[in-house]
Nanobody, 113 residues
Framework: QVQLMESGGGLVQPGGSLRLSCAAS?????MGWYRQAPGKQRELVAT???????NYADSVKGRFTISRDNAGNTVYLQMNSLKPEDTAVYYC??????????WGQGTQVTVSS
């Protein structure tokens, strides 16, 4: 069982920046972030493998950057040029190459003036 501890959400004005962090209690192949806005399905934001291969949703490319620490247990999401449509609950994910994984409890990101 891997436990995930998220931090870094909050309220920011449009055009601002936030950094999300997620610390895992164990090693997994892929870590990343998903988000869910009210009335919408949960969607991929970005993922990164233990080898450093990244994947981004088109809507965040060029604005968000995902990274992972050397130990591989903590993943970061640097979010720049935030827009109101980025408002959502952001969930950390950690999973294995063969499938299956774990979810964090979610952290609220609100982009509003």
């Amino acid at each position: 069982q891997v436990q995930l501890m998220e931090s870094g959400g909050g309220l920011v004005q449009p055009g601002g920046s936030l950094r999300l962090s997620c610390a895992a209690s164990g090693n997994t192949f892929r870590m990343g972030w998903y988000r869910q806005a009210p009335g919408k399905q949960r969607e991929l934001v970005a993922t990164i493998t233990s080898g450093g291969v990244t994947n981004y949703a088109d809507s965040v490319k060029g604005r968000f950057t995902i990274s992972r620490d050397n130990a591989g247990n903590t993943v970061y999401l640097q979010m720049n040029s935030l827009k109101p449509e980025d408002t959502a609950v952001y969930y950390c994910y950690a999973g294995y190459s063969y499938g299956g994984g774990y979810w964090g409890q979610g952290t609220q990101v609100t982009v509003s003036s």
